[in-house]
């Protein structure tokens, strides 16, 4: 597929997130800025496992409904603070439009 890729933004209320729960907003738009709605979004959270911590890997998944106009939102609890990796994925369609990682650091404690 050599279409260019939908662009994928991620914010949180608060912002940053912290440990507990909090409400994360996807914009989904495609290479020219037009918002992307009616698409399917998630935000995967995940930690690695840190034994010599005593502490386990995490996974928080998320769904975000489409509030129109491109934007997507949905709650999710974060077991920790601390790194986490972010995986945001948004499929239209049955079609995967968009993929983007990176990390987020959320406030709180382990």
């Given amino acids: ?9 991620l914010s949180s209320d608060p912002n940053p997130p912290h440990k507990g729960s909090n409400l994360f907003r996807v914009k989904v738009a495609d290479a020219n800025g ?6 399917e979004v998630s935000v995967t959270f995940f930690m690695p496992a840190m034994p010599a911590m005593g502490m386990a890997a995490m996974r928080t998944p998320i769904s975000l409904s489409d509030k129109g106009n491109g934007l997507y939102e949905g709650s999710g609890q974060l ?3 601390g790194t986490w990796q ?6 239209k369609n049955g079609q995967l439009i968009a993929t983007k990682q990176m990390s987020v650091n959320a406030t709180g404690g382990m």
């Fill in 1 to 9: 597929m050599n279409a260019p890729q939908a662009k994928i933004e």
């Fill in 34 to 39: 037009a918002p992307i709605s009616g698409a």
């Fill in 86 to 91: 972010v995986t945001i994925l948004a499929k």
């Fill in 79 to 81: 077991e920790s603070g």
